[in-house]
T-cell receptor, first 111, second 108 residues
Framework: NAGVTQTPKFRILKIGQSMTLQCTQDMNHNYMYWYRQDPGMGLKLIYYSVGAGITDKGEVPNGYNVSRSTTEDFPLRLELAAPSQTSVYFC??????????FGPGTRLTVT | LAKTTQPISMDSYEGQEVNITCSHNNIATNDYITWYQQFPSQGPRFIIQGYKTKVTNEVASLFIPADRKSSTLSLPRVSLSDTAVYYCLVGEAGKLIFGQGTELSVKP
């Protein structure tokens, strides 16, 4: 099993551009999550999903959108990128309330 | 959502036992207590989870008093490779909040 994979690993965006961060898991987990982590800080939940077709907002959803058309994939969309979205983005999945499995992260810089 | 409070940092030496305490005064009945470890430039890794009393696995123990308003992660005989940030989370799936964590530094 590959676990949770994220692409790209690094990306530099100009202000106002858009992009999609990809996340795929092969563990058949129902729950998937997107977090962002700013330097020296803990992770903040952006969006989560409890199953295909179901998504909900976390702590910091503004400026982001998600979709969950399949169990495996949970892409995060950034529209009109802003410098405040410079961060490391982690995707995670879990079977239920149990442990979350994290991907390697995407380092995004908006200039 | 239950908020957690942990020490910002701790120092230890190789071979010592390390105990990191987390306060969560407004924990709800359905909430679990979960601890994660994070190394630089990596995603967090699950360490242990519990609901009440004591839980032990191959890497750590988790002590939870009867009132569940706090919990203590115990790492036996730490090594240099245990240097990391440790997060205490309280809540249900999809509602977990990561605080700032405890930065543990293990010295030789």
């Amino acid at each position: 099993n590959a676990g949770v994979t994220q692409t790209p690993k690094f990306r530099i965006l100009k202000i106002g551009q858009s992009m999609t961060l990809q996340c795929t898991q092969d563990m058949n987990h129902n729950y998937m999550y997107w977090y962002r982590q700013d330097p020296g800080m803990g992770l903040k939940l952006i969006y989560y999903s409890v199953g295909a077709g179901i998504t909900d907002k976390g702590e910091v959803p503004n400026g982001y959108n998600v979709s969950r058309s399949t169990t495996e994939d949970f892409p995060l969309r950034l529209e009109l990128a802003a410098p405040s979205q410079t961060s490391v983005y982690f995707c995670a999945s879990s079977p239920s309330v149990d442990e979350q499995y994290f991907g390697p992260g995407t380092r995004l810089t908006v200039t | 959502l239950a908020k957690t409070t942990q020490p910002i940092s701790m120092d230890s030496y190789e071979g010592q036992e390390v105990n990191i305490t987390c306060s969560h005064n407004n924990i709800a009945t359905n909430d679990y207590i979960t601890w994660y470890q994070q190394f630089p430039s990596q995603g967090p890794r699950f360490i242990i989870q519990g609901y009440k009393t004591k839980v032990t696995n191959e890497v750590a123990s988790l002590f939870i008093p009867a009132d569940r308003k706090s919990s203590t992660l115990s790492l036996p005989r730490v090594s240099l490779s245990d240097t990391a940030v440790y997060y205490c989370l309280v809540g249900e799936a999809g509602k977990l909040i990561f605080g700032q964590g405890t930065e543990l530094s293990v010295k030789p």
